[in-house]
């Protein structure tokens, strides 16, 4: 709860979640039905921008899609913490950016595996994208001397997937663990180019990294109906 009060702190992860917020109280006023625990219809998952079978610019879409209330309060609260925790230490830009591209290689090794194995499904939610944030903010604590964050981050990490992995193989849930796993070994190697320049990112690159991650997922999501 002492991270949460440091939300001010972070204007992009706000950012992240107002935006996130704003895609599912669409998705509630267009389908006029707001899911505890169930979940949105499969149509409606797919008109908003979850993924299904096929490359598109749904890769980067689906970063913002959740199933149902559950799925958005699990992920957002994440989301504030390691915001607060990693947004002020590697950048800003650098952070949103992290978001967009660990969000998209997440979902694009979900979907080449489903493709792969003949079980296209749609799939939605920000934990690629926040293994990503976790990968890169690992990552870089360690690599720049700061091993006990880094291990608590990494105990969190092995926690994710671990749970991921067993609720999935008992049928109890189906998770993208494959945009679990992708999302983190990019953020992963994001975290390792940032570390080998541990000074703060200059003010326009922080800029320019904002500019281009909004733009990206601006078109994603104009582009949508395009994409199929």
């Not at 950048?91 to 997440?106: I, K, M, P, Q, S």
């Not at 200059?202 to 904002?210: E, Q």
Request: proline content about 4%; aromatic content about 8%.
């Amino acid at each position: 709860m002492n991270l949460l009060r440091r939300l001010p702190e972070a204007p992009v992860t706000c950012a992240l979640l107002v935006a996130n917020l704003l895609v599912f109280g669409i998705m509630v006023a267009a389908s006029g039905h707001l899911p505890l625990a169930t979940g949105f219809a499969n149509r409606t998952l797919y008109a908003a921008g979850a993924t299904i079978g096929e490359p598109s610019w749904r890769w980067v879409t689906a970063a913002f899609v959740h199933v149902n209330v559950l799925h958005i309060f699990m992920n957002m609260w994440v989301l504030a913490q390691i915001g607060v925790l990693a947004e002020r230490a590697i950048g800003r830009g650098l952070f949103l950016a992290t978001y967009v591209a660990t969000g998209a290689a997440g979902n694009a090794l979900g979907t080449m595996l489903a493709v792969l194995h003949h079980r296209p499904q749609i799939s939605a939610g920000a934990s690629g994208a926040i293994m990503g944030l976790f990968g890169v903010a690992t990552v870089f604590a360690w690599l720049t001397g700061q091993r006990e964050i880094a291990r608590l981050l990494g105990k969190n990490v092995l926690f994710v997937l671990v749970i991921g992995f067993a609720v999935t193989a008992g049928g109890a849930i189906a998770v993208d663990n494959a945009a679990h796993v992708g999302g983190l070994l990019t953020g992963a190697a994001i975290g390792f180019a940032r570390a080998r320049w541990p000074r703060p990112a200059p003010r326009w690159a922080d800029g320019m990294l904002v500019g281009v991650s909004i733009a990206l997922v601006a078109a994603a999501f104009v582009l949508l109906p395009l994409a199929g």
